[in-house]
């Protein structure tokens, strides 16, 4: 698939309430943002870019060399910001993928940016996102990690039925851990943030839930590991041990 075709956009802004400013909170030296940016840069699969709608993060993404583009500050989530950059970076429709990463996953592999594109190989999916296999019963209950349900169809693929924060499937068998970085078609992202927030999205508060009670088609690439997040003080004191700059 050509580089030209593929847009990776970040959605950042301000208004965190566990960790305020979360985007330039410094890791190793450089703000959490530009190490996601980092990240997006080295799995070269197309045009990089921060979406935000404050001048700080934009500030800090050019200063480090990126490309930002500034959005609206009503955005009630990151589907709509990336669909306003999308619009802005490419008004001529040539990116025909538009990748949706998290701008705090400042750990995650440039190999499992690239493993998000695989199932928009075939034609019928709309939307491409990944899970991890689920090995502890703490991670299978807490309902602030999301569990990826779907049918098998391959070795490390799943097409999505469902998505939720209860402990599910039940029963004997693997549970996934989803992990919220997504590839849209284009025409895909224009309709889904057309779509109302539907009433399992609204129940659940899981964005994605409206593209399949839209009857869009996700496909889930399975990965070894999840990336970490960052939503607490603690988190962020672990990644910064984890990306502590080597002294030699």
Request: net charge neutral; charged share 25%; no cysteine.
């Amino acid at each position: 698939m050509p580089e030209s075709r593929i847009l990776v956009l970040i959605p950042a802004r301000m208004a965190a309430t566990r960790l305020p400013g979360k985007p330039l909170l410094d890791i190793g030296g450089l703000p959490m943002i530009v190490h996601v940016l980092r990240r997006a840069e080295a799995a070269k699969i197309g045009r990089v870019a921060v979406a935000t709608d404050t001048p700080e993060i934009a500030a800090a993404v050019l200063a480090n060399g990126g490309e930002a583009v500034m959005t609206r500050p009503d955005h009630p989530s990151g589907s709509d910001r990336i669909h306003e950059a999308m619009q802005l970076l490419d008004p001529a429709g040539k990116a025909g993928i538009v990748v949706n990463l998290q701008g705090d996953f400042p750990t995650i592999s440039p190999q499992n940016i690239r493993d998000v594109l695989p199932p928009l190989d075939d034609p019928a999916v709309d939307i491409a996102t990944l899970a991890a296999e689920i090995h502890t019963e703490e991670e299978a209950l807490n309902p602030n990690v999301v569990k990826a349900v779907g049918s098998p169809i391959g070795s490390r693929r799943l097409r999505a039925l469902y998505f939720t924060r209860a402990t599910a499937p039940s029963g004997d068998g693997p549970r996934y851990h989803h992990i919220g970085l997504y590839a849209y078609r284009r025409a895909a992202l224009e309709r889904f943030v057309r779509l109302p927030p539907s009433p399992l999205e609204k129940q659940e508060k899981l964005e994605q839930l409206r593209a399949l009670e839209a009857g869009m088609r996700i496909d889930v690439t399975i990965v070894d590991t999840v990336p970490r997040g960052v939503d607490t003080p603690a988190d962020l004191e672990t990644t910064r041990h984890i990306l502590k700059p080597r002294s030699d």
